[in-house]
């Protein structure tokens, strides 16, 4: 008896213990709930995304007169996703036939208005705009295409988007997703028990978690709260957290968090959320503007972004797809002809085109940096910032096909050094101090070294400018100076002594200043650099845009001087704008989610040299071009192009550089190895020949600075420096000198002998000796 009292007892205490513990996990259970609840609550009534900040170009403005082509329009179009049509009834679908264009353009906010979507009609001429009419036929005077996406700038984990509003979404999208991914998410609560049955079935008898009976709700949850990991625990939280959310919020809501944040591929080290940015990616079109093959597409990879990725397994990616149409069908989403037609239509992406992010990434990689001095990094990744840019993408397709051509001539040459080249091109409007184009090398939508912005070469004859610069603003010289160009040999301070010659081991004696800059004779420019200072050179280096001074060593006077190819953009577009110094810059505005225009860098304008002393220098720039080592750009360029520039070769031929500039454009363009080998180029053969290549096919306008008040044109024998006449062809050239000063006479050339000329040399690029001229390679002590 008492043995069962006790067997009793302990049943009594077990139940209350099993009651306690039942009680102790359902409160528990309920604390859980009720922690889950509220984050879901919390979280997903103030969501909000990380949303980078978007990058634009340029926009290209349409107006009678704007350069620009037919054909060369129709294939703006299409990069930024127009859609070719019969009837281009609504925004982002154009029409050709010849001459003229029918294009429906899109809506797009500017930094200074909204700009309504509309339908336009070009007419074109030869390589211009003729005429831009509305639908009624009236005349617009000028409007804008809407710019290219050009990147975005998103935080270390790569998460990237472009959020859409419900309005924004073809009504297809989320019928389609419905009816692949999850026919009962209307009616079910946030979990589908069904497919979780089955699921179960499956991954008990794996021992894993091999398939999923994930309801879109769910799908969202893993994605927006949760991580990675594949547990029966996080999919129970899964599960209690999707219903929460349906619980919670209209269907509505839950479908459009979803196409906001799900992923769907990889473009490098950026993830691609949302089918807003995957639109753009794969088709390079906002969302809206997807047919029924596209939006087939894009549901197929939402079962795995990886596996049917349409780049790498363009195959599986197609059977998917078409699976998806025919689930359509069958579900009565579309009818079967139009699944049908679309089946037999290509996948659509493109292997050649870019995508949105990947198009410059060099170009991107300097807005970042500028970005950086005004913004919090968080603002840059996550506030939904609006960055306007300076790129103009005609200009910059131009600069890379330029250096890709030239470059890949040299492969083709048969010199072992030629072969292998990188090269950069850097193109500035002067005035602005804009950067309209840059190229970071051959391959120019790689992602990796910049070589714009960071690699630091010497930089040979593109100092020779400064330091004719700098005597020029002592009042001590002028063009026609005459100055030694004579064997050196100077003592330097450690005990070693420097010996640097002429390109042509020649010595020419005594000779003017503006013979000794074009020619780029390093003998001649030592003099004057050593007469004038070492100091003040280096102080010229500062004064037009160098952040640093450089050494202060005799090398310095020929080049040296360790410079990225940003950098002597900056000290020769000061030389290009007239002597005034605006610091470069590839932003033009920057607006916020909602619109509003914030901080953008301001145009900054700063007198670096004297009027007198730049426009002096300049015009013997023109002479460089016109009779010295930018001769043979001339073959490339209109005869009537006024344009002034230098070579540069670093010693033992190991950089070829190229600046110069017309009116509207500067180019910087930078041959070499990545290993810093030789490449046997000079400026003349290397960097010249990219920047002719370049220069010779855009629209610019002829260099013609103001001549000052205080200054006059007179004409000078290119060799001697002495007074002559404009009727001694092949010796005179005109060049200004400060009023009143004296030139020594020479004795005039017969009048009537032959025409004027305006400085111009019709002879070959040589001097009287027969001594072809090519740029002399700076030499290091």
């Known amino acids: 008896m008492a043995r069962r009292r006790r067997r009793s007892g302990t049943r009594r205490q077990l139940e209350r213990g099993f009651?306690?513990?039942?009680?102790?996990?359902?409160?528990?259970?309920?604390?859980?709930?009720?922690?889950?609840?509220?984050?879901?609550?919390?979280?997903?009534?103030?969501?909000?995304?990380?949303?980078?900040?978007?990058?634009?170009?340029?926009?290209?403005?349409?107006?009678?007169?704007?350069?620009?082509?037919a054909k060369r329009f129709a294939a703006e179009l299409e990069r930024l996703g127009y859609l070719a049509v019969a009837k281009p009834d609504r925004p982002g679908t154009y029409r050709r036939r010849g001459d003229e264009v029918s294009v429906h353009v899109r809506a797009f906010r500017f930094a200074d208005e909204l700009q309504p979507a509309r339908a336009l009609r070009l007419r074109f001429t030869?390589?211009?705009?003729?005429?831009?009419?509305d639908a009624s036929g009236s005349e617009v005077p000028v409007t804008r295409l809407d710019p290219m996406l050009i990147g975005s700038i998103f935080p270390i984990h790569g998460e990237d988007r472009i959020v859409v509003s419900p309005a924004e979404v073809p009504p297809l999208l989320p019928e389609a997703l419905k009816a692949v991914e999850d026919r009962k998410f209307e009616t079910h609560r946030g979990v589908n028990p069904l497919a979780i049955l089955r699921a179960l079935f499956v991954n008990v008898r794996a021992g894993q978690i091999e398939q999923g009976g994930?309801?879109?709700?769910?799908?969202?949850?893993?994605?927006?709260?949760?991580?990675?990991?594949?547990?029966?625990?996080?999919?129970?939280?899964?599960?209690?957290?999707?219903?929460?959310?349906?619980?919670?919020?209209?269907?509505?809501?839950?479908?459009?968090?979803?196409?906001?944040?799900?992923?769907?591929?990889?473009?490098?080290?950026?993830?691609?959320?949302?089918?807003?940015?995957?639109?753009?990616?794969?088709?390079?079109?906002?969302?809206?503007?997807?047919?029924?093959?596209?939006i087939a597409l894009m549901v197929a990879i939402v079962r795995g972004p990886s596996y049917?990725?349409?780049?790498?397994h363009p195959e599986r990616a197609l059977e998917r797809r078409n699976l998806v149409l025919r689930v359509l069908a069958d579900q009565g989403v579309v009818g079967a002809d139009a699944a049908e037609r679309a089946s037999k239509r290509p996948l659509g992406v493109g292997e050649g085109g870019r995508r949105a992010g990947s198009f410059f990434p060099a170009f991107l990689d300097l807005v970042r940096r500028q970005l950086r001095s005004d913004y919090e990094e968080?603002?840059?990744?996550?506030?939904?910032?609006?960055?306007?840019?300076?790129?103009?993408?005609?200009?910059?397709?131009?600069?890379?096909?330029?250096?890709?051509?030239?470059?890949?001539?040299?492969?083709?040459?048969?010199?072992?050094?030629?072969?292998?080249?990188?090269?950069?091109?850097?193109?500035?409007?002067?005035?602005?101090?804009?950067?309209?184009?840059?190229?970071?090398?051959?391959?120019?939508?790689?992602?990796?070294?910049?070589?714009?912005?960071?690699?630091r070469r010497p930089i040979g004859s593109l100092a020779k400018p400064l330091v004719y610069l700098a005597a020029l603003e002592t009042g001590r010289y002028t063009p026609a100076t005459v100055v030694?160009?004579?064997?050196?040999?100077?003592?330097?301070?450690?005990?070693?002594?420097?010996?640097?010659?002429?390109?042509?081991?020649?010595?020419?004696?005594?000779?003017?200043?503006?013979?000794?800059?074009?020619?780029?004779?390093?003998?001649?420019?030592?003099?004057?650099?050593?007469?004038?200072?070492?100091?003040?050179?280096?102080?010229?280096?500062?004064?037009?845009?160098?952040?640093e001074a450089p050494s202060e060593l005799p090398s310095m006077l020929l080049g040296a001087t360790n410079l990225s190819p940003f950098e002597v953009t900056q000290l020769y577009n000061t030389l290009a704008n007239g002597g005034f110094r605006s610091p470069l810059r590839a932003v033009r505005a920057v607006v916020d989610e909602e619109g509003k225009a914030l901080k953008a860098p301001e145009l900054e304008v700063t007198e670096a040299s004297s009027p007198e002393a730049i426009y002096a220098l300049d015009r013997m720039l023109i002479e460089v071009m016109n009779r010295g080592t930018g001769r043979p750009a001339r073959q490339s360029l209109p005869p009537e192009l006024v344009v002034a520039g230098k070579t540069g070769t670093s010693n033992d031929y190991r950089d070829s550089w190229f600046a110069g500039f017309s009116g509207a454009h500067l180019v910087v363009a930078w041959v070499g190895h990545d290993d810093n080998s030789p490449t046997g180029l000079t400026g003349t053969t290397g960097g010249l020949a990219v920047w002719s290549r370049l220069m010779g096919s855009i629209v610019t306008s002829s260099f013609e600075p103001m001549l000052p008040d205080s200054m006059e044109h007179r004409w000078i024998d290119y060799y001697t420096g002495r007074e002559t006449s404009p009727y001694c062809n092949g010796s005179a050239v005109s060049l200004p000198f400060v009023e009143g000063v004296w030139l020594e006479p020479s004795i005039e050339c017969p009048p009537g002998a032959v025409e004027p000329v305006e400085g111009a040399y019709p002879g070959p690029a040589m001097v009287p000796d027969g001594t072809v001229i090519q740029d002399a390679p700076a030499q290091v002590p």
Do not use: C
């Open 19 to 69: 009651v306690v513990l039942t009680l102790l996990l359902v409160v528990a259970a309920l604390v859980l709930v009720l922690v889950l609840d509220r984050r879901v609550t919390a979280q997903f009534e103030g969501r909000r995304w990380t949303l980078p900040a978007r990058v634009y170009a340029q926009p290209i403005d349409l107006y009678s007169g704007q350069q620009l082509s």
């Open 126 to 133: 030869g390589e211009a705009i003729e005429s831009v009419e």
């Open 214 to 294: 994930s309801t879109l709700t769910q799908q969202l949850v893993k994605s927006y709260f949760l991580d990675s990991r594949r547990t029966f625990r996080r999919k129970a939280e899964e599960a209690v957290m999707a219903m929460i959310l349906d619980a919670r919020f209209e269907k509505a809501d839950i479908m459009n968090a979803y196409i906001n944040e799900i992923y769907l591929g990889q473009d490098g080290q950026r993830a691609v959320h949302g089918f807003g940015l995957a639109s753009q990616f794969y088709f390079g079109k906002p969302l809206a503007e997807l047919n029924l093959e596209e």
């Open 308 to 312: 049917y990725d349409p780049r790498r």
């Open 378 to 455: 968080s603002d840059l990744t996550e506030a939904g910032l609006t960055v306007f840019a300076t790129l103009d993408p005609l200009l910059q397709e131009k600069a890379e096909l330029a250096l890709a051509e030239e470059l890949e001539r040299h492969d083709k040459s048969g010199r072992k050094a030629a072969k292998g080249l990188e090269g950069v091109v850097v193109v500035t409007t002067p005035q602005t101090g804009e950067i309209v184009a840059l190229v970071g090398g051959r391959r120019a939508s790689f992602d990796g070294f910049n070589r714009a912005l960071d690699a």
């Open 484 to 547: 030694d160009d004579a064997p050196i040999d100077l003592k330097l301070p450690n005990g070693d002594r420097w010996k640097p010659g002429n390109f042509d081991k020649k010595v020419r004696g005594p000779v003017p200043l503006v013979r000794a800059l074009t020619q780029s004779l390093n003998l001649a420019t030592v003099d004057v650099g050593l007469d004038v200072g070492l100091g003040r050179v280096a102080k010229t280096f500062e004064q037009l845009g160098l952040e």
